[in-house]
C-alpha cells in the first residue's frame, strides 16, 4: 500500500473498502510508542478510491497543566443567574477558530488538529469497533432517532445519530496524563482541571424535510453505515448528515457537583446568515434535582413541557427560538437525540472503568420502576470524583463517558481484537462461531467480565 496524506496507523485501520462484500474488521494495529501517535479513524475507502477530507486527531496532549490565566472568560458568570449569557459565552468559546462558512460552506471547519498551536484536542480510542470512527470528521455512531423523536412528521425509519467530541486545553492535559502510557491507560489521573470545557458536535441522518427545525441546515459528509439497523458486514455508504445539537460540559467551581452541562438544539426556522448560530441554548443544569420523583416524559413532542418543580435544570421559555422537544425524564435538561427518561447529569454520574452501570437504569434486563429509590440512584447529586456504586470495583472518569469509552474500546480491544478478527475468518469458511454471547444487548464481555455498553440510547 503506498503512503497518503494518512498516518501509518490511520492507513492500517482503514479497513472497509469499496467492495459491496467487504467485511469491516476489528482492527489489531496498536498505537506505535516510537512515534506516539493514536490511530486517527477505523473506517474510510483506501486512497486510490477517496480523494476527499482526511480526519486527523488532534493527540499533541499539553504537557503541562494551563495557568489560570487560560481560564475560559465565561466562567465569570454566574449560571444560575443568568444562564444565557453563560451559555452564549461558551457557544463562542467553542466556535472561535473553528467555525468556517456563514452560509452552505460547513464542511472544512473544526480541523482543531491543524491549529498551532493546538487549543482542542479528541479522545482516542473512539476508532475501534463497529461505531467507531469514521475518516471524514472522525464522527463515531451513539445512538439510534425513534421515529417521531425529532417531529411529529418524522417517520424515517432506522434514523441514526453521529457525534464527535473536542476537549480544550485543560481537558487535552488531563487525557495526556490518561494515556501517557499507550498501552496502559491510568484511571487514576482521570481528574479534570476547573476550567476543562468540552463541546460536542452531534448530527443525523434523518431527511431534513421531515423536521421543521432542519430546514437551512448544516450538514456534513460522512463515511457511515446506510442505517441504525445495518448489520456489521453491510457497506459502508457516504451520506449527508444534519447538524442537531451540540453538547457542553464545564468544570466550573461554581458547580456543586463539579460540572455544569449545557445543550443547544439546532433550529433552521430562524434562517440566521452564519448557519452555525442557528444553534439556540436549549438549556442548563447544574444537579439532577434529586427529590423530584414524579414519573413524567415527552418522547414524541409536540410542544416543549419545562417542570417548574425542576430547580437545577434551566429550560429556554422562548418557543419561538426553541423548537418543541422532549427534554429528560421529568422536565430535567436532556438533548433531541437523547433518551427522554435520562438527563445529561444522570448518565455521566455513571461514567467508570471497568463500565458496570449502565447509562440508564432502562438499559438493563429487569429495570427498576421509574421514580423507585433504585431507579433515583441515577438522579443523585454525587461529584465527580465520586464512585457511582462505591460496592462496585470501579473507577470514576470525572463525569467523562468519552474517557470511559476509549478505555473500554482499548480493553475491549485488547481482549478481542484478534480472536474476532479469527472468527469472522472462519464464520466466512463455514466454522461454528465460538465467542460466548453476552448476556443482554445493553453489555460486552471484556476479558472474561461482562460490562455495559457505553450508550447515549437505545432502541425503545
Not at 10 to 32: F, M, T
Not at 174 to 198: E, L, M, Q
Not at 242 to 270: C, E, H, K, S
Not at 321 to 330: R, S
Request: charged share 20%; glycine share 6%.
Amino acid at each position: 500500500m503506498r503512503k497518503s496524506r494518512w498516518t501509518a496507523a490511520a492507513v492500517v485501520l482503514a479497513v472497509v473498502s469499496l467492495d459491496a462484500k467487504a467485511q469491516p474488521v476489528p482492527s489489531k494495529a496498536q498505537p506505535d510508542p516510537a512515534t506516539a501517535k493514536f490511530p486517527d479513524f477505523e473506517f474510510l475507502p483506501l486512497p486510490e478510491n477517496y480523494h476527499g477530507r482526511v480526519f486527523r486527531l488532534s493527540q499533541q496532549y499539553p504537557a503541562d497543566r494551563p495557568g489560570e490565566d487560560r481560564m475560559p472568560e465565561f466562567f465569570k458568570v454566574d449560571f444560575r443567574k443568568d444562564w444565557r449569557t453563560y451559555m452564549m459565552q461558551a457557544r463562542e468559546y467553542c466556535f472561535r477558530g473553528n467555525i468556517t462558512g456563514v452560509g452552505e460552506d460547513v464542511e472544512n471547519g473544526w480541523r482543531v488538529a491543524d491549529q498551532d498551536p493546538p487549543r482542542w484536542f479528541h479522545m482516542p480510542w473512539q476508532h475501534y469497533g463497529p461505531n467507531g470512527r469514521e475518516g471524514v470528521h472522525g464522527l463515531t455512531r451513539e445512538a439510534p432517532v425513534q421515529p417521531q423523536q425529532l417531529a411529529q412528521t418524522q417517520v424515517y425509519q432506522g434514523g441514526q445519530t453521529f457525534a464527535v467530541g473536542f476537549f480544550n486545553e485543560f481537558g487535552g492535559y488531563t487525557i495526556g496524563r490518561v494515556w501517557k502510557d499507550h498501552n496502559n491507560p491510568d484511571v487514576s489521573k482521570a481528574s479534570f482541571p476547573n476550567g476543562t470545557v468540552i463541546c460536542k458536535l452531534l448530527f443525523v441522518d434523518v431527511p431534513t424535510d421531515q423536521v421543521p427545525s432542519l430546514v437551512h441546515p448544516v450538514q456534513w459528509t460522512a463515511y457511515v453505515p446506510p442505517s441504525y439497523n445495518s448489520s456489521s458486514s453491510t457497506p459502508r455508504v457516504f451520506k449527508k448528515l444534519a447538524l442537531i445539537q451540540m453538547d457542553l460540559a464545564a468544570r466550573d467551581p461554581q458547580a456543586p457537583t463539579g460540572w455544569v452541562f449545557g445543550t443547544f438544539q439546532y433550529n433552521g426556522a430562524l434562517n440566521r446568515p452564519n448557519l452555525w448560530e442557528n444553534l439556540v441554548p436549549l438549556g442548563i443544569q447544574w444537579g439532577n434535582d434529586p427529590d423530584v420523583t414524579v414519573n413524567a416524559s415527552n418522547p414524541q413532542p409536540v410542544v416543549t413541557k419545562p417542570n417548574p418543580q425542576i430547580k437545577q435544570s434551566i429550560i429556554n421559555p422562548d418557543a419561538k427560538e426553541l423548537p418543541p422537544t422532549h427534554l429528560g425524564w421529568n422536565g430535567r435538561l436532556d438533548g433531541p437525540v437523547d433518551n427522554p427518561m435520562s438527563s445529561c447529569m444522570s448518565c455521566h454520574s455513571t461514567a467508570s472503568v471497568p463500565a458496570l452501570v449502565p447509562l440508564n437504569p432502562l438499559f438493563q434486563s429487569n429495570p427498576p420502576a421509574a421514580g423507585s429509590p433504585e431507579w433515583m440512584k441515577w438522579f443523585r447529586n454525587i461529584h465527580c470524583d465520586e464512585s457511582f456504586d462505591p460496592s462496585l470495583p470501579i473507577k470514576p472518569t470525572d463525569f467523562s463517558l468519552q474517557l470511559a469509552t476509549s478505555i473500554q474500546n482499548f480493553n475491549a480491544w485488547k481482549s478481542l481484537g484478534t480472536a474476532l478478527s479469527a472468527s469472522e475468518y472462519q464464520a466466512k469458511a463455514g466454522a461454528p462461531e465460538r465467542s460466548v454471547p453476552p448476556p443482554s444487548p445493553y453489555q460486552l464481555r471484556i476479558n472474561g467480565r461482562v460490562e455495559y455498553k457505553i450508550l447515549r440510547d437505545v432502541d425503545r
